[in-house]
Structure formats: C-alpha cells, structure tokens
C-alpha cells in the first residue's frame, strides 16, 4: 500500500484511539471499587445503550474481515457464517435472554449456582468460561496481523506482531481502568462507525453494478475462477463425507454458541431489569440482522469487483477482502477516493478489534476474579436467606433471596490483574494462529461455548433433577472433548493451512468439533445427573425458577 494509504488510515485509528481512551479517563474517574460498578457499569444502561453495544461486541473482526472473504472465496458456502450467526438470536432471545438476567447476577457461574453447590460450578464455569474467551480473543487479535500486514504492503512480520501486542495491550488499558462502563460506550461508539461503514460500502457496490443484484452475482461467478458452482453449496463443504459433516458441525456452531458466549451473556447484566434485557435483544437483532445481510453484499462485491484470486493472494484466509474491496469502490490505488475510503475501512476495522477484545477481557477476567478467585479463597458456605434487594410482596410470599454472595475483598483487583493475563495469553496464541481466518477462528470458539456452556445453562434453567454433579460433568464433558479434538483436528496440524503445517499429528478429521463436543456436552450432564445418588435441591429449583420466569428477587 502506498505511503498515503498507510498514513491516513494511522492517522484516523489513531483519532479513534484517542476518542476511546478519552472515554474511558473520563468513566475511571467514576467510582470504580466496586464488583457492581466494574462488572456491570451499575445496571444503567437503557435497552437501546445495551442493545448497540450488544450489537458491537457481537460484531466482531470475524464479521467485518472473515465473513466477506469467506464469501469472496467460497460464494455461496461462505454464506453460512452469516445466516448462522443471524439464527443464533432466536435462540438467544427465545431460550436466555430473560431468564439469564433474572438468575445472575455477574457471570454464567451465577445462574448455574443458584440451586448447585457453588465451588464446584463456579470452577468449573469459570474454566470453561476463560478458554472460550481466549479463543475468541485470538480471532481478533489475527484479524488485527491481517489488517496492518495489507496496510503495511503485507512485508513486515515484526509490525503485524507489535500491532498484535500494541492491540492487546490496548484492551487492557479499556478493562483495568473503565470497567464496564467505559467498554460499553466504546462498542456503542464503534457499532455506529461499523453500521455507517458498511452501509456506505454496500450502498456503493450497487451503485457499482446499477442495483442490479443479479449482474453483481453473475459478475462474482466468472471473477471466482469457478463459474456457476460459486453460486451452488458445496464449493468448500463438498468434497466428501468429511467436508458434509464439517458443515453440519460449523452450522451447530454458529446456531447454539451465541447463547453460551461469556462476554454477550454478561451484556444482560448491564440493564436495571430482565425487560430491559429482552428489549436490548430486540435492538440488537435489527442491528445484526442488517448488518448480515450486508455482509452477503460485501462478500459478492469483493469477488466482482477485486476478484477472488487477489483477495486469495493478499490473504489466503480472505481477511483483506473488504479493504481491497473499498479501496477499489474508492477509485483504486493511488486515488484519492480510493485512499480516504481504504483507509477509513481500516480504521473502523481497527476499531472493531479494539471494542470487541475489551468486552471479550471484561468478561473473561470477571470469570476469573468473581468465578474462580473467589470459589477458591474462600471455604464453601451454606447461603443464607435475607432480605430481597426488591422488597416486593412477592419475593417475601415465595421466600425468595437476592444473590447474598459477599464480594470478595480485592475481587475487582484481581480482575484487573486477570485482564493482563489473558490479554498475554491471547496475544501469543493470535501470533501463532495468524494466518487462519478469522470467522473460521471465531467458529471454533462458539463450538466450545455451544459444548461447554450451553448444555449447563439450559439444563440449570429447565431440568428440576439436574444435580451439582452433573452441572459439573455438563461442562468438563463439553469443554475437554472440545478443546482436545481441536487440538487433533486439521486445524493444528497436518494441512498447509494448519497452525503447525510442518507436522501431523491429527486424528480427528472434522475442523470444527461441534458436531461431536455438543452432544457430549449434553449427554455427560445427563450421566453425571441421573448415574450417581445425589438428589436435586427442589426448594432451590422452585426458587429459581420463579425468580427466572418472574425476576421475584432479582439483583
């Protein structure tokens, strides 16, 4: 790229980098001690504050770069990300929304441990909790290598690595002094520059083709390199049984993961009741259903107008394909139009990786301070019954209680601390994987979300016989086969594309584990429950689910 190119598109991350840490100075000097202030920005946010930064950490760098390359490589099989990611709401809003916001209080770990033992559960979602974030976390962190190597003309390896880095420790700066509040507002500021942006690009690709979205498909087909089949599935999950099942896994995946995403979970945490919650989803889902759509657009529009061979050559995960994409609408390289609008895609890129990762932390360092610091240093104790936080007739008529958990002293400090470590973990893991695709990557993180902390969440919501045992069974029977048929996969090792390309030690042919890890996650919950003489607490089913359904004794 040209050295135009690469000085406005710094110049204009760096204005947004200056907006956000602005923003967040401002909210650090709020008070920020305590676990409610950092963990859930004090539950004041409105439906619509919640439901666009719902909507910004869900549209993550795996939505704006992977999933129009995918399309631009693959035509109508890339298309699956998209429908799927759109389906996951229903779930989302149908199965968990309301009733997540009535159960817990902070985490997942919260809902789960209302009728469980708590040390058990809350390591064991805790656990599970932090790896799902780390995989996410890395997606981003390769979208951001992907971005600065087209920026930089893709030479230097050693400024794709500081820009890994330099993200991270972005994210930590956001968590450790703006706590949710803070986050907040920089994914509700990034999902207005990301939705203006994509609707300028999407508006100018069928300018392009006179809006004729036929001509544009067309034009896509002969571009691609593999004519009509481009616009028929099977060009990249149809080679066989396994590439068959492999879309089967991926599309389990994307329907049932969304639901288990710590950082998208703890959003319904930030509004003063469970309408709010509901209302926010709605918000959310018309943001991200547009949004989606236009992505089908963008995703064409790269593979008409770029081509899909030099997406393919700029990146051989099609992460640069809507940058390409927009500095040829713009006028092509060398042109004004062509280097103002590049340069603004990459900094709404950027800005996109930067908000995502600081909500991804938040949740993942709330996971370890309030889930597993606080699980660990303090011995188990019985729950006490108190007082409600609502003081409603109703609570008092069914006996119910606010979440009595005491806060640990220095639970917010250790969050801090936690948010450093996962940023580091994240950051080498992004440097090794940074040559995969991002949505693809993403992919893999929803598979272990939808094995791990799903089958728990549903099971604790709707089951009155489900039992600490198997809660705990639930996730590490999800989560364990999950991670390790990844690790075995053709991900890691044993393809060109691999991690490891230059050994094989793969034994599980799937790339995405889904179709194996999920129902695992379901059938060991369902084991650990009804295979071992431990009886279901049904006073604390009762509870629950009165408080789940009617938000009696609510925090």
């Known amino acids: 790229m040209s050295g135009d190119h690469q000085s406005l598109a710094l110049l204009l991350f760096s204005v947004f980098v200056a907006v956000t840490l602005g923003i967040t100075t401002w909210v650090s000097r709020h008070r920020q001690g305590s676990a409610e202030e950092f963990y859930t920005g004090g539950r004041l946010f409105s439906p619509m504050e919640n439901g666009f930064a719902i909507a910004g950490d869900y549209m993550s760098a795996a939505s704006f770069l992977g999933i129009s390359g995918l399309i631009a490589l693959f035509g109508y099989d890339g298309m699956l990300y998209s429908v799927g990611f759109l389906v996951a709401w229903l779930v989302v809003l149908l199965l968990v929304a309301e009733l997540v916001r009535n159960c817990g209080r902070f985490t997942m770990a919260d809902v789960?441990?209302?009728r469980m033992r708590e040390r058990p559960v809350r390591i064991a979602a805790g656990t599970s909790s932090v790896a799902v974030s780390i995989l996410y976390l890395v997606a981003q962190m390769v979208g951001a290598g992907s971005l600065v190597?087209?920026?930089?003309?893709?030479?230097?390896?050693?400024?794709r690595a500081w820009t890994v880095i330099g993200v991270g420790a972005l994210m930590v700066?956001?968590?450790?002094?703006?706590?949710?509040?803070a986050t907040t507002w920089i994914q509700i500021v990034k999902a207005v520059l990301l939705m203006a942006g994509t609707v300028a690009l999407t508006v100018l690709v069928l300018v392009r083709f006179h809006g004729d979205f036929n001509a544009l498909l067309n034009t896509a087909a002969e571009r691609s390199g593999h004519g009509k089949e481009f616009l028929s599935p099977g060009l990249a999950y149809g080679g066989g049984w396994t590439a068959r099942f492999d879309f089967i896994s991926l599309g389990l995946a994307l329907v049932l993961g969304t639901a288990g995403l710590p950082h998208i979970l703890s959003r319904f945490y930030t509004v003063p009741t469970a309408r709010a919650a509901r209302r926010s989803?709605?918000?959310?889902?018309g943001l991200i259903g547009s949004f989606y759509l236009m992505t089908i657009v963008l995703g064409f529009g790269a593979a008409a107008v770029v081509g899909t061979a030099e997406v393919r050559a700029s990146s051989a995960a099609g992460n640069t394909a809507l940058p390409l994409l927009a500095l040829d609408l713009g006028g092509g390289a060398g042109s004004t139009g062509g280097t103002v609008?590049?340069?603004?895609?990459?900094?709404?890129?950027?800005?996109?990786?930067?908000a995502v990762v600081a909500g991804i932390t938040l949740a993942s360092s709330a996971s370890v301070a309030h889930d597993l610091y606080a699980s660990l240093k303090k011995p188990e104790k019985p729950k006490k019954t108190e007082k409600p936080r609502t003081g409603s007739s109703a609570d008092a008529r069914f006996g119910l209680r606010a979440d009595s958990r005491a806060e640990p002293r220095?639970?917010?400090?250790?969050?801090?601390?936690?948010?450093?470590?996962?940023g580091a973990v994240a950051i080498a893991l992004g440097l090794l994987a940074r040559d995969l695709n991002v949505a693809f990557l993403v992919g893999l993180a929803f598979a272990v979300a939808a094995s791990a902390n799903l089958p728990v969440l549903l099971y604790s919501l709707f089951w009155r016989n489900f039992t600490t045992r198997g809660a705990v069974w639930s996730v590490y029977g999800g989560l364990v086969p999950a991670v390790l048929l990844v690790a075995f996969s053709p991900?890691?090792?044993g393809s060109p594309e691999a991690i490891f390309p230059g050994v094989?030690?793969?034994?599980?042919?799937?790339?995405?584990?889904?179709?194996?890890?999920?129902?695992?996650?379901?059938?060991?919950?369902?084991?650990?429950?009804?295979?071992?003489?431990?009886?279901?607490?049904?006073?604390?089913?009762?509870?629950?689910?009165?408080?789940?359904?009617?938000?009696?004794?609510?925090v």
């Open 173 to 181: 700066v956001y968590v450790t002094l703006g706590g949710m509040r």
């Open 504 to 554: 094989d030690f793969h034994v599980f042919p799937l790339q995405n584990p889904g179709l194996v890890s999920i129902p695992l996650g379901f059938l060991a919950g369902w084991i650990g429950t009804v295979l071992f003489r431990e009886h279901a607490d049904e006073a604390k089913h009762a509870e629950s689910e009165v408080r789940s359904l009617t938000g009696a004794g609510a």
């Open 491 to 493: 991900v890691v090792s």
């Open 112 to 114: 789960v441990a209302t």
């Open 281 to 285: 989803v709605v918000w959310s889902i």
């Open 341 to 354: 609008l590049f340069a603004v895609v990459a900094a709404i890129a950027f800005a996109t990786i930067l």
């Open 410 to 422: 220095g639970e917010v400090a250790v969050a801090r601390i936690a948010a450093a470590g996962i």
């Open 149 to 159: 190597a087209l920026l930089l003309g893709g030479t230097s390896e050693a400024a």
